[in-house]
């Protein structure tokens, strides 16, 4: 069974980090495009953040950028996500998805993953 899980969300304050995992079991990650997305209460759903595992090509949405870092261990057969400088308008659940390559640009879109996980939550207090 190909899954995703991940970790790591919690309670910071303004200004704090925290680092999200999503560790994949069932399948290995390489060739496969990996995005973050997080969804808060009555806002629509973003695409944070976006790895290629073949090419390690990133992207950011511009609200994360400078502030998020994408990576993967491949031994652990896991993607991070570094978010620093948080801030309360960062709170959200966050979600990793999957999909073998390629995907095109539109990394950003949720439809086009074809694994997901539960999610993780991250609240950022002001």
């Known amino acids: 069974q190909l899954q995703l899980v991940e970790s790591g969300g919690g309670l910071v304050q303004s200004g704090g980090s925290l680092r999200l995992s999503c560790a994949a079991s069932g399948f290995t990650l390489d060739n496969f495009a990996i995005g973050w997305f997080r969804q808060a209460p009555g806002k629509v759903r973003e695409g944070v953040s976006y790895l290629s595992s073949s090419t390690g090509t990133t992207a950011y949405a511009d609200s994360v950028k400078g502030r998020f870092t994408i990576s993967r261990d491949k031994a652990k057969n896991t993607v991070y996500l570094q978010m620093n400088s948080l801030k309360p308008e960062d709170t959200a659940v966050y979600y990793c998805?999957?999909?073998?390559?390629?995907?095109?640009?539109?990394?950003?879109?949720?439809?086009?993953?074809?694994?997901w996980g539960p999610g993780t939550q991250v609240t950022v207090s002001s």
């Open positions: 998805k999957a999909t073998r390559e390629p995907i095109g640009r539109r990394w950003y879109v949720w439809d086009q993953y074809t694994i």
